[in-house]
């Protein structure tokens, strides 16, 4: 039996609150009667989904949109984050009269398995010792992510989704809801992602979940029950990580080598660069507001997804005959995330016979550019969603 | 004076005691009377310098090849290591028959200021604490370093190079010999590298030293004293690092997603990917060799690296109507210094009536190329010693 509420707004600003009680969010509770089925082969009840919505359901319940959060994101994706204050992570994309409108659309969005920001994970209580999960936690895949939203899904009563949407790991996501649930998904906008991490990929998250464990501090995942803080380790893993959302050429337009506040060089390990200055912020920011071992384990979901290998690893497989219109999106800077990824997604939908379209946007931004303010990227949504809104009968408001 | 012999083989087996008294190399120690003058604005006194020698110095002192070595190299470019006991970094490259023929050349190679095999740097005792020096050692520059080696060939009484040749941060050495040193350089070799540090590499090297800072051993820099010791941080520090040194088309060929010993992933945080496994064999290897402090000062000492903004802003005056001989080499998939840089260099040394060949090498081996089996690296090198070594007048042996 699912229980949606809004959460009360509580005193406490830790993100370990958020993990059992989040702020200005729905939270749908799953019981011991409806575990949710893991790849690793467990279940795992009771457990609870922390979701944000906006617009409203229509009568024939068929304008509903799912946005999928990457990596670091969460549930407010189009409203302001409890713990930061900061506006949603998508608010150039999704609200009323943007390309994905919250005047026509029905939009959820909610947390991952895993995640910090109330949706079951490893910093949330487990009800068998009251204690944070920590490293008891299972380890989650992709595909127990999107398994939990069906889940949400059924409790809402949406049978079908208009459309899912997402960049990095939410395109992930996107591309695991058409293969797993066809028939549930309309139109599907899987961006800047790839149907498997790369070798590469899955080296930079092993750098990152090393930094992470090193740190004195995680005390072997326990570090919520032991009242210490990897602080230091996820501030490393996440400037790391950072440097792969970018490029080189942003990074040299936006830093260069521009010195912080000085005109010479301090000779001394200060922040002299401004670059330097900047990644500092990103990981001391990082910390307050996410979870060490919530990084581990979405690192680690990203690295084991790899759709041809769920099908006799023939990608094609994964999209045979479906019935969902598709629209990949890429960019051109994007070495995380690199364009050919989102070819091989085009042509394994072109041999499994789908309706695809694909669109390569050129800027310097790197991977990062679907969060940011690239207008290409809001015409070919709004028009992708336009076009499939009309074929699914959706009249404008 | 200088005083050059040959150490004694020691016992201890740890890098700190290479620091002092380096095995297997040749000491060049500077008093008092011969301070190293930084540009830092300090002069470093006493100090000394770690080297070694391969081949013999011929009647004319025509024939010495200087070379360089790179952020982790040592002076052990052609002979067996005395920490790892492995074979010399560059003996692809240089030894009898090789394209740096030491039966025609004589051959020099000394560790840099600021490192941990025998040349003064951090780990190095401080004269008038009797400690190891930590942070207080001078923050150190790749002029920094070229003074030394120009000191070092003082003594030798090698008044000019036949040639001087590095990779990566071993060719900053070699483009700044030339631009302080041109009646000093016949020819100049610069491999995979750059007149200045990118704002995305500089970003790379921040994040490697966090990884040293936030680990606790490192004690504020004074783990020698301390005797704790920042492995953790420190193997963070380079897996990161070495994933910039290959590329995602050599991980994916050597590794691509295979699993490490198994056929299913474990659902756990153990190194299930052969790239992880692999990873954390780099970072593991590299702490019983490497000074942490070191890595420190020389990432540092190459993001200050900018020949330009040494020379009003323009690159070209560096090597205004320079005397020397270039061939300057890239390689197709080094993403850490790419071939626009290189081409910078080829378009400034044109620009100052340079004498410049280039060659871009096709390869998947990433940066790290230039360590590695490329056979039309030799072939480069060779010729061009041998067409220099022709206007030089050097006759073969």
């Known amino acids: 039996?699912?229980?949606?509420?809004?959460?009360?707004?509580?005193?406490?600003?830790?993100?370990?609150?958020?993990?059992?009680?989040?702020?200005?969010?729905?939270?749908?509770?799953?019981?011991p009667d409806k575990p949710l089925r893991l790849d690793a082969g467990v279940d795992l009840a009771p457990f609870?989904?922390?979701?944000?919505?906006?617009?409203?359901?229509?009568?024939?319940?068929?304008?509903?949109?799912?946005?999928?959060?990457?990596?670091?994101?969460?549930?407010?994706?189009?409203?302001?984050?409890?713990?930061?204050?900061?506006?949603?992570?998508?608010?150039t994309l999704?609200?009323?009269?943007?390309?994905?409108?919250?005047?026509?659309?029905?939009?959820?969005?909610?947390?991952v398995i895993g995640g910090c920001l109330g949706t079951t994970g490893p910093s949330s209580t487990n009800a068998q010792t009251g204690l944070p999960w920590g490293l008891e936690f299972p380890v989650i895949t992709i595909r127990?992510?999107?398994?939990?939203?069906?889940?949400?899904?059924?409790?809402?009563?949406?049978?079908?989704?208009?459309?899912?949407?997402?960049g990095s790991m939410g395109g992930m996501q996107v591309l695991e809801w058409a293969a797993s649930f066809p028939q549930r998904v309309f139109a599907a906008l899987p961006i800047a992602c790839s149907t498997r991490h790369s070798a590469q990929n899955i080296a930079f998250h092993e750098v990152g979940r090393q930094a992470v464990m090193a740190d004195p501090e995680w005390s072997g995942g326990r570090y919520l029950t032991e009242g210490t803080n990897p602080r230091r380790g996820l501030a490393v893993a996440r400037m790391g990580a950072h440097i792969t959302y970018l490029s080189d050429a942003a990074l040299h337009r936006k830093f260069g080598r521009k010195f912080q506040d000085r005109s010479n060089p301090t000779f001394s390990f200060d922040a002299d660069f401004e670059v330097e200055s900047y990644l500092r912020h990103q990981g001391s920011s990082f910390v307050e507001r996410f979870d060490a071992n919530s990084y581990l384990y979405l690192t680690r979901a990203m690295d084991y997804?790899?759709?041809?290998?769920?099908?006799?690893g023939v990608l094609a497989n994964a999209f045979k005959n479906t019935p969902t219109r598709f629209c990949v999106v890429s960019f051109t800077s994007d070495w995380?995330?690199?364009?050919?990824?989102?070819?091989?997604?085009?042509?394994?939908?072109?041999?499994?016979g789908g309706r695809v379209s694909f669109a390569e946007i050129k800027t310097d931004k790197g991977h990062d550019a679907f969060l940011l303010d690239e207008p290409e990227l809001f015409a070919i949504v709004r028009g992708f969603l336009d076009s499939a809104g009309k074929a699914r009968g959706l009249v404008r408001a």
Not at 11 to 21: K, M, N, Y
Not at 144 to 162: C, N, P, T, W
Not at 336 to 352: M, W, Y
Request: aromatic share 8%; net charge negative; hydrophobic share 45%.
């Open 305 to 312: 997804f790899d759709i041809a290998a769920d099908h006799q």
């Open 94 to 111: 999704v609200g009323p009269g943007r390309p994905i409108d919250t005047e026509r659309y029905f939009v959820i969005c909610s947390n």
């Open 336 to 352: 995380l995330f690199p364009t050919s990824e989102s070819r091989a997604i085009v042509h394994a939908l072109n041999a499994a």
């Open 1 to 31: 039996m699912v229980e949606a509420k809004v959460s009360a707004r509580l005193d406490a600003s830790s993100p370990v609150r958020e993990a059992d009680a989040p702020r200005d969010s729905l939270v749908a509770r799953f019981g």
């Open 48 to 91: 609870q989904i922390a979701f944000k919505t906006y617009g409203t359901l229509n009568a024939a319940r068929s304008n509903a949109v799912l946005i999928c959060h990457a990596l670091t994101g969460d549930q407010h994706v189009a409203s302001v984050h409890p713990v930061t204050g900061k506006p949603g992570w998508w608010e």
């Open 144 to 166: 127990d992510m999107v398994r939990a939203q069906a889940m949400l899904l059924d409790h809402l009563g949406i049978e079908s989704l208009f459309a899912v949407a997402g």
